[in-house]
Structure formats: structure tokens, C-alpha cells
């Protein structure tokens, strides 16, 4: 049996008094696209952070690629890019990915290799600062592809993006996966479900279904994964309710 | 730790300076303009000018590297690279470092046209070398840098990250022996100051501009200002957490 790219067992994060990972248990097969899906404030945030390793976590084991979440051999092969763009501003596209270049240790190719990746190679002297909202999470994007990571932990990679430019990088993300990586990529557009391998959702800090999309629909009997999670979420309910 | 991820970080700060071009203008300027005000103040007095000239001279660059530092290293915080950077191979040395050489440039640069006016054409006398005035000044910015990544840990908001001034800067002025000498300051305010790194600082500074010798109490007053600013960036990098509640 192939290893997992991430195994998570009896994972929980209380934050102040309020739980907001509850025994969480479920593990991701490398080369693959999996999608975390759920309201936003359930924990999908929190969830990616525990995988990286910057995450405080109460109890449970996170292991990625066969170590310890967060250990010193990882920081180079697990690549995050976080909610809000954590790039320079002040700096020029081509500098911000120069920059993390020289820290991941990647050649300097990969700068416009990754630019391409993206379709940003028309604005790489331009300062992040004035670019959208939308081309700011790209470079963030290109910075994270950097260093060619083996998990690559996007968090909503693609909000306020076009769907031709959605389109493009959802490619992206399968050919990454195609070539061995392994992306774990949170969502709160249900459209973009359909399009990973696997999906784990996630409700108020559980999970409610770790599947495959096809095999959600035929389970819940729903048209669509939007109407599969409403399904999930009110047997839930009723479960609680009896 | 690699020097050449300490080399990259001290260049992307620079960059990002460089795209600043009204900050390099006031870090520049101001000193210079403030050196000029103080020669017109004290055109009747020019022995108070030169004991004041060189102790200033050290002063700029530690104030002002002290705040350019804290609100770049609390924007990195805020914005969430430094966060991204913990998540990378970078040691957390490298990239302290990294700032340190940086500002360090700068300072170099603000001090060497400041003591350029100051000792030429305003007329400021120093008795010591001027490469070792210049280099003391440059030891204090970087006493500034490493007390400004220090402080910007317990700072999240900008403005509490210039409010550090008064609470950080300003008593050690006050008991630097610039305002009273040192040795004539109340006995728990004496105490107080030995405990400061900027006394030393001053203490060096105050003796290059009167004597052109340099002696051994000289020298341990730079090495005490070094020695605090090494043990401020150790204790700036104990304050960065690759993991966070």
C-alpha cells in the first residue's frame, strides 16, 4: 500500500474555550486533488494550518509525507499559500518571486516558470500593490509553486478569479497532481467540488463526508454536491434531533 | 543558517526601501536639516556644538533605524509573509540578519552625509577619528534595529509600534548623560542608566568627540553597545513562532 501524503488522527484544536477541530480522522492519498469544502468559520482554515505545521494543535497526530507535521525536513517539500496574499506589496511581481526563490533555494528559471503558470508574465515589474485582488493571489499562488513542493496546501486559490483564469489553474492543479504532487485545495464554491478526486467537508469543526464526489452523489441521491451537502447537513440534524 | 538567504533578505529590504523613494528622502534629509538647525541654535556657542555634534551624530541613525525597523518588521507580521517565511528552509537568524545588514547600509549611508555636513561645512569639531565616529554611529543604528525587531513582537498595530519610541527610547535618552553626565545623576537613576544600552553608546560617542585618544574604556563602551545589540536580535528571534494558536 502507498503511503498517505497526510494522515490525521484524533486531531483537535480548541481556541480559547471553543473546540474548533473535533476529532478529526482521515488521511490523503498522494497525487491527488482534495478538496475541503464547508461554510466559512468551520474550521477549514485551522485544518490547513494543522497540516502545515504553524498550527497549535490540542491533541492528535498530524503526519505529511511521512513525518511529523511542521518538522524541519518538511519546510522545503509542503508549500502554503494562505487566505490573504502573503506577498510584498511593495515589491514588483518579479521581485516578490525572486525573493522566495532565493529562500526556497529554487533555480532562477522557476521565477518565470511559475509567472507562466499563473498567466502573469504581463505584470512582472508591476508592484503587487496595485494589482487586483484576484492577480495578488496568483503571485502568492506562483510563490507557493516555487520550490516544486510533493503537498502543495492552497487556501480558496481562486476566489474573485474569472472562470476562464478558474478554469486554467484547476488544469494546473491536475497536471501538478498528474506529475505526483499532492494538493489539499479549501473551497467554499461548491462548483469547484466536482472538480477534485476526493472531497473532505467540513462542518463546525467535523467532518461530515470524506469521499469521492461521485460516490457522495450516489449515497446522498442529491443532483448536484451542493444539494449532496444539504442532504449531509440535515440527516445531521435530524440524527441530533432523535 | 546561510549567508546567502541572509544576503537575499537584506537586498528584498532594500528593494522595498528603494520603491520608497520619500522614505530615503526623510532618512536622509531629516538628520542633515536637523545638524544645520543645531549649528544656526548654537552659532554663539561652539563649544556646546561639538560636545552635542558627535553624540547626535550616533543619535539619528539609532532613532530612526529603531522605527523603520519596527513598523517594516510588524508589517511582515501583519501581512502575513513572516508567517509564509517560517513555513520555508529560512533559519530564523538568517532572516533577522538579513535586516540587520540592510539597515545597516542605510545607516552607513545616513551617517556618512550627516558627518560629511556636520564636520565640513557646519563646522563641528570631533577630537577622535572620524572612521571610528562613523563606525560607533553605525553600531547605535544597529542597536536601533535590533531593539526595533525586538519591540515589533509586542506590538499588532502600527500604532503601537511608534508609541515604542516614548516607552523604549525616550527614558534612555534622558539618562544617556546627554541632558545631566551620567555620573552626576541621581544614585538609582545612575544605576538605572549603567543598564542601558544606549549609555554606552553615548559614553563612546561623547568621548570621541573630546579626546583624540582611543582607550581601553572607549573600546569596552563599543563592545558593551555591540555586545546589546547581539543579545536583542538572539532575544527578536526567540519572539518568532513557526506556530501559532
Same mark, same amino acid.
Given at each position: 500500500?502507498?503511503?498517505?501524503?497526510?494522515?490525521?488522527?484524533?486531531?483537535? %484544536?480548541?481556541?480559547?474555550?471553543?473546540?474548533?477541530?473535533?476529532?478529526?480522522?482521515?488521511?490523503?492519498?498522494?497525487?491527488?486533488?482534495?478538496?475541503?469544502?464547508?461554510?466559512?468559520?468551520?474550521?477549514?482554515?485551522?485544518?490547513?494550518?494543522?497540516? #502545515?505545521?504553524?498550527?497549535?494543535?490540542?491533541?492528535?497526530?498530524?503526519?505529511?509525507?511521512?513525518?511529523?507535521?511542521?518538522?524541519?525536513?518538511?519546510?522545503?517539500?509542503?508549500?502554503?499559500?494562505?487566505?490573504?496574499?502573503?506577498?510584498?506589496?511593495?515589491?514588483?511581481?518579479?521581485?516578490?518571486?525572486?525573493?522566495?526563490?532565493?529562500?526556497?533555494?529554487?533555480? *532562477?528559471?522557476?521565477?518565470?516558470?511559475?509567472?507562466?503558470?499563473?498567466?502573469?508574465?504581463?505584470?512582472?515589474?508591476?508592484?503587487?500593490?496595485?494589482?487586483?485582488?484576484?492577480?495578488?493571489?496568483?503571485?502568492?499562488?506562483?510563490?507557493?509553486?516555487?520550490?516544486?513542493?510533493?503537498?502543495?496546501?492552497?487556501?480558496?486559490?481562486?476566489?474573485?478569479?474569472?472562470? #476562464?483564469?478558474?478554469?486554467?489553474?484547476?488544469?494546473?492543479?491536475?497536471?501538478?497532481?498528474?506529475?505526483?504532487?499532492?494538493?489539499?485545495?479549501?473551497?467554499?464554491?461548491?462548483?469547484?467540488?466536482? *472538480?477534485?478526486?476526493?472531497?473532505?467537508?467540513?462542518?463546525?469543526?467535523?467532518?461530515?463526508?470524506?469521499?469521492?464526489?461521485?460516490?457522495?452523489?450516489?449515497?446522498?441521491?442529491?443532483?448536484?454536491?451542493?444539494?449532496?451537502?444539504?442532504?449531509?447537513?440535515?440527516?445531521?440534524?435530524?440524527?441530533?434531533? &432523535? | 543558517?546561510?549567508?546567502?538567504?541572509?544576503?537575499?533578505?537584506?537586498?528584498?529590504?532594500?528593494?522595498?526601501? *528603494?520603491?520608497?523613494?520619500?522614505?530615503?528622502?526623510?532618512?536622509?534629509?531629516?538628520?542633515?536639516?536637523?545638524?544645520?538647525?543645531?549649528?544656526?541654535?548654537?552659532?554663539?556657542?561652539?563649544?556646546?556644538?561639538?560636545?552635542?555634534?558627535?553624540?547626535?551624530?550616533?543619535?539619528?541613525?539609532?532613532? &530612526?533605524?529603531?522605527?523603520?525597523?519596527?513598523?517594516?518588521?510588524?508589517?511582515?507580521?501583519?501581512?502575513?509573509?513572516?508567517? *509564509?517565511?517560517?513555513?520555508?528552509?529560512?533559519?530564523?537568524?538568517?532572516?533577522?540578519?538579513?535586516?540587520?545588514?540592510?539597515?545597516?547600509?542605510?545607516?552607513?549611508?545616513?551617517?556618512?552625509?550627516?558627518?560629511?555636513?556636520?564636520?565640513?561645512?557646519?563646522?563641528?569639531?570631533?577630537?577622535?577619528?572620524?572612521?571610528?565616529?562613523?563606525?560607533?554611529?553605525?553600531?547605535?543604528?544597529?542597536?536601533?534595529?535590533?531593539?526595533?525587531?525586538?519591540?515589533?513582537?509586542?506590538?499588532?498595530?502600527?500604532?503601537?509600534?511608534?508609541?515604542?519610541?516614548?516607552?523604549?527610547?525616550?527614558?534612555?535618552?534622558?539618562?544617556?548623560?546627554?541632558?545631566?553626565?551620567?555620573?552626576?545623576?541621581?544614585?538609582?537613576?545612575?544605576?538605572?542608566?549603567?543598564?542601558?544600552?544606549?549609555?554606552?553608546?553615548?559614553?563612546?560617542?561623547?568621548?570621541?568627540?573630546?579626546?583624540?585618544? %582611543?582607550?581601553?574604556?572607549?573600546?569596552?563602551?563599543?563592545?558593551?553597545?555591540?555586545?546589546?545589540?547581539?543579545?536583542?536580535?538572539?532575544?527578536?528571534?526567540?519572539?518568532?513562532?513557526?506556530?501559532?494558536?
Amino acid at each position: 500500500m502507498i503511503e498517505a501524503a497526510v494522515a490525521v488522527e484524533g486531531l483537535r %484544536v480548541v481556541r480559547g474555550h471553543r473546540p474548533v477541530l473535533d476529532h478529526l480522522t482521515f488521511s490523503i492519498p498522494p497525487g491527488s486533488v482534495t478538496g475541503l469544502l464547508g461554510p466559512s468559520g468551520g474550521g477549514k482554515t485551522t485544518l490547513l494550518r494543522s497540516i #502545515v505545521g504553524v498550527q497549535r494543535v490540542t491533541a492528535g497526530t498530524v503526519r505529511v509525507l511521512g513525518r511529523p507535521a511542521g518538522d524541519a525536513q518538511l519546510r522545503g517539500r509542503v508549500a502554503y499559500m494562505t487566505q490573504a496574499p502573503s506577498v510584498y506589496g511593495d515589491l514588483t511581481v518579479e521581485e516578490n518571486l525572486a525573493y522566495f526563490a532565493a529562500v526556497l533555494g529554487a533555480a *532562477r528559471p522557476r521565477v518565470q516558470e511559475v509567472s507562466e503558470q499563473v498567466g502573469l508574465t504581463g505584470q512582472r515589474r508591476a508592484l503587487v500593490g496595485r494589482l487586483s485582488g484576484g492577480q495578488r493571489a496568483r503571485v502568492s499562488l506562483a510563490t507557493a509553486l516555487l520550490g516544486r513542493p510533493e503537498l502543495l496546501v492552497l487556501d480558496e486559490p481562486t476566489v474573485g478569479l474569472d472562470p #476562464v483564469l478558474r478554469r486554467d489553474l484547476w488544469n494546473l492543479f491536475h497536471d501538478l497532481a498528474a506529475a505526483g504532487t499532492t494538493l489539499l485545495i479549501s473551497s467554499h464554491v461548491m462548483d469547484e467540488a466536482a *472538480r477534485c478526486d476526493r472531497l473532505l467537508l467540513l462542518r463546525d469543526g467535523a467532518l461530515l463526508a470524506d469521499d469521492r464526489p461521485a460516490a457522495l452523489l450516489q449515497q446522498t441521491g442529491a443532483g448536484d454536491l451542493e444539494g449532496a451537502f444539504l442532504a449531509l447537513v440535515e440527516s445531521l440534524g435530524r440524527a441530533r434531533v &432523535t | 543558517m546561510r549567508p546567502s538567504r541572509t544576503l537575499a533578505t537584506a537586498l528584498r529590504v532594500l528593494t522595498q526601501l *528603494r520603491h520608497d523613494p520619500r522614505t530615503i528622502a526623510l532618512l536622509l534629509g531629516v538628520p542633515c536639516l536637523l545638524m544645520a538647525l543645531l549649528r544656526w541654535l548654537l552659532d554663539e556657542r561652539p563649544e556646546q556644538l561639538d560636545a552635542l555634534g558627535a553624540p547626535l551624530l550616533a543619535l539619528f541613525p539609532f532613532i &530612526t533605524m529603531f522605527l523603520v525597523t519596527s513598523v517594516t518588521m510588524l508589517r511582515e507580521r501583519v501581512s502575513g509573509t513572516l508567517e *509564509r517565511l517560517l513555513t520555508t528552509p529560512i533559519g530564523k537568524l538568517d532572516l533577522l540578519l538579513g535586516y540587520g545588514l540592510a539597515f545597516a547600509v542605510v545607516a552607513g549611508l545616513q551617517v556618512s552625509l550627516v558627518s560629511a555636513l556636520s564636520l565640513g561645512p557646519l563646522g563641528v569639531d570631533v577630537a577622535g577619528p572620524v572612521a571610528l565616529v562613523v563606525l560607533v554611529a553605525v553600531i547605535d543604528a544597529l542597536l536601533g534595529v535590533a531593539l526595533g525587531l525586538l519591540v515589533s513582537a509586542f506590538a499588532t498595530t502600527e500604532f503601537q509600534a511608534i508609541q515604542f519610541l516614548p516607552a523604549i527610547v525616550f527614558p534612555q535618552l534622558m539618562l544617556c548623560g546627554l541632558l545631566i553626565p551620567r555620573r552626576e545623576l541621581p544614585g538609582t537613576l545612575e544605576a538605572v542608566s549603567d543598564l542601558l544600552p544606549l549609555s554606552y553608546a553615548m559614553d563612546a560617542m561623547i568621548s570621541l568627540a573630546a579626546s583624540s585618544e %582611543v582607550t581601553g574604556g572607549l573600546r569596552d563602551n563599543i563592545a558593551v553597545t555591540a555586545g546589546a545589540a547581539l543579545v536583542a536580535l538572539i532575544l527578536a528571534a526567540g519572539t518568532l513562532r513557526r506556530r501559532s494558536a
